[in-house]
């Protein structure tokens, strides 16, 4: 799509990671929907196919609903799917088991499991629990019953083959935690997809997962007429025009807005191996865990974060005022509702792009044609993990985690970081509209965490030898933008989190570096010697915070002004005249860092220079 869609606007942000750290992960959501208003609520799907009194095309950026678009299936890959991959015209096969007799002659099967709640201690591929931590502490949820209490295509797995149960989401009430409706009920979708095969119809399967999806959806109910989701993925009218989280036929988890008040919400999943590597999605502030079980035949997946609020982008078009580019892109085919096919005049299409996350040239097509505005805020909790793609260098081999990445933008790269040769640096891009319904500036965050031993690994560094990171928000015409940074390494993981950045076109760049332990560089954040195990990741408690005004204050309160980095006292480009500018890095005990850019800036008391380098 990158080859059909150039001319780039320069609304969409694009950051370019220069590092390397262990994962963590995950993203999850709710939504909004007033367009004079960042009050959050859902997003519904406007009506297409005519029904709204004009033709044109559409686009909606909103993967709050990614997560909700099939029911749980155990199908013949043969009789569903073409060679090429689509969908076969035609009955579907889908088996209750693994035993069943409809499926006697299946050798390759598909796989889209929706996990269940665990049972007992023995339970692989379940849920093991929901939970918000409040102020007061942690409130554990309790599973309230699976909506539609049978999915038409639900099946019974066999963990000795390792192919998990797939059944229906599942509503949890969090007593006293009260979503936007006054409600404590949430939905929740974990879910992974994969294929299996086997040589004959007489020989056991062997199952392959490559992608899990771990969504929670802050939810009330009411009831109605609704048609259920179906392994196909139709049935969505109720999803994407009404609201639901999930529903059967008479009853709709509708899909409300997440507490903003600093309450994190968090899921352990129970694996017979760590699912993935890497994860992403859509949280603030994730705390990962991987952990082995009581009984030591399964690991325990523990990842928690706030939900965050990502910007809605929906515009429409006559189809002569749609760029070139746009037009290109169309005419190729893309996935829409509403009137588009048999009908070859472009300018009677009346269909909707229900747009990707990924789909960044799209975004910056749109972006001028929607006033850089988006229509809508949604709160989101969502996280993902998929293996495929990815750098082998950000793989390990071991039964363990290495990263994260999350991020509250429209448009963001599934997966870990891609590792730039030439920059040395891991690179992430993002992208969203510059401003919020009320027409008030978006601002945007990032957070990545990586094993310590991992980023080592990347780079080739030496172990028990500290790694230090250089973080800079860069706009297109290289002024720098004020941002608040958090920069550290705790209990075997690295951690960076940018926050308070717009989004017109910058690059975050995050670079690590070693100094071999001849310089001050040995004075930066903590001294990874390996006796973690890194599968617990630590927090931001212990690391400074410094805002765009030039006030930096740690954990215990302490507070000290300086100009952090980002922060352009000029508010214009350097010229030669202007006197030099430094970037200062300065660290203390507990892998606090602490950044600061000026003429001559200084370390607060308590903490040790680590690096001062000329600003660019």
């Not at 509503?171 to 006293?176: A, C, N, S, V």
């Not at 000290?560 to 350097?574: I, L, Y």
Request: glycine share 10%.
């Amino acid at each position: 799509m990158a080859a059909r869609l150039r001319g780039i606007g320069r609304m969409v942000a694009t950051f370019l990671l220069v590092i390397a750290l262990p994962i963590s992960a995950i993203s999850v959501s709710t939504s909004a929907t007033a367009a004079s208003s960042d009050d959050p609520k859902t997003f519904l799907l406007p009506a297409t196919n005519g029904l709204n009194g004009s033709t044109g095309i559409s686009v909606i950026f909103d993967d709050s609903q990614a997560a909700l678009s099939y029911a749980s299936g155990l199908g013949d890959t043969n009789v569903n799917s073409n060679p090429d991959g689509t969908q076969a015209i035609g009955a579907k096969l889908y088996c209750k088991n693994l035993q069943d007799s409809a499926c006697a002659k299946t050798t390759n099967f598909s796989v889209f499991a929706i996990l269940q709640p665990c049972k007992s201690e023995n339970d692989l591929y379940c849920i093991s629990d929901v939970y918000a931590n409040t102020p007061a502490g942690k409130v554990s949820g309790k599973f309230q019953e699976n909506l539609p209490a049978a999915g038409p295509t639900d099946f019974v797995g066999d963990s000795s083959l390792g192919l998990p149960t797939g059944g229906p989401p599942s509503i949890w009430q969090i007593p006293g935690v009260k979503n936007s409706s006054g409600a404590d009920t949430y939905t929740l979708f974990v879910s992974t997809r994969g294929k299996g095969a086997r040589s004959s119809t007489a020989s056991q399967p062997t199952f392959q997962f490559n992608e899990y999806t771990v969504a929670m959806y802050a939810t009330s109910m009411k009831s109605g007429t609704y048609q259920l989701v179906t392994a196909e993925g139709s049935g969505l009218d109720a999803i994407v025009g009404g609201g639901c989280a999930t529903n059967s036929e008479s009853k709709c988890a509708l899909r409300e807005s997440f507490p903003m008040d600093g309450t994190s919400f968090g899921v352990t999943i129970r694996f017979p191996k760590a699912p993935s590597n890497w994860f992403y999605g859509r949280l603030s502030k994730p705390i990962f865990a991987l952990n082995k079980s009581t009984s030591g035949n399964s690991v325990l997946l523990d990842v928690s974060g706030e939900p965050v609020a990502v910007p809605v982008l929906y515009g429409k078009s006559p189809w002569s005022a749609l760029s070139a580019n746009l037009q290109k892109y169309y005419i190729g085919g893309f996935p829409s509702v509403g009137k588009i096919y048999g009908v070859s005049d472009p300018n009677q299409w009346d269909a909707t792009h229900l747009a990707s996350s990924r789909d960044f040239e799209v975004l910056k097509e749109w972006i001028p044609i929607v006033k850089d505005t988006a229509v809508a805020l949604t709160t989101q909790w969502y996280f993902k993990a998929s293996n495929e793609g990815s750098d082998p260098r950000f793989n390990s081999t071991g039964d363990q985690v290495d990263g994260i990445v999350t991020s509250n933008a429209t448009a963001y790269v599934p997966g870990p970081p891609t590792f730039n040769q030439q920059t040395q640096s891991l690179e992430y891009q993002v992208g969203a509209p510059h401003l919020t319904p009320s027409g008030a500036t978006f601002r945007g965050s990032y957070d990545l965490t990586i094993r310590a031993d991992a980023a080592r690994a990347i780079y080739g560094f030496a172990k028990n030898v500290p790694v230090k990171a250089t973080v800079s928000i860069v706009s297109e015409n290289g002024q720098e933008i004020a941002a608040q940074e958090q920069v550290g390494e705790k209990d075997g993981w690295f951690f960076l989190r940018a926050e308070n950045f717009t989004f017109s076109s910058p690059k975050l760049r995050v670079k690590l570096t070693q100094s071999g332990g001849t310089n001050n560089g040995n004075n930066s954040g903590g001294n990874n010697s390996g006796s973690s195990n890194g599968n617990n990741q630590g927090n931001y408690s212990d690391t400074v915070k410094c805002d765009g005004t030039g006030k930096c204050c740690d954990a215990s309160g302490k507070c000290t002004t300086g100009n952090p980095v980002g922060n352009n006292n000029s508010g214009s480009s350097k010229s030669a005249a202007a006197p030099k500018t430094y970037i200062l890095k300065c660290s203390a005990k507990g892998g606090k860092t602490w950044v600061a850019r000026g003429t001559n800036p200084q370390c607060p008391k308590g903490y040790k220079q680590v690096s001062k380098t000329l600003a660019k």
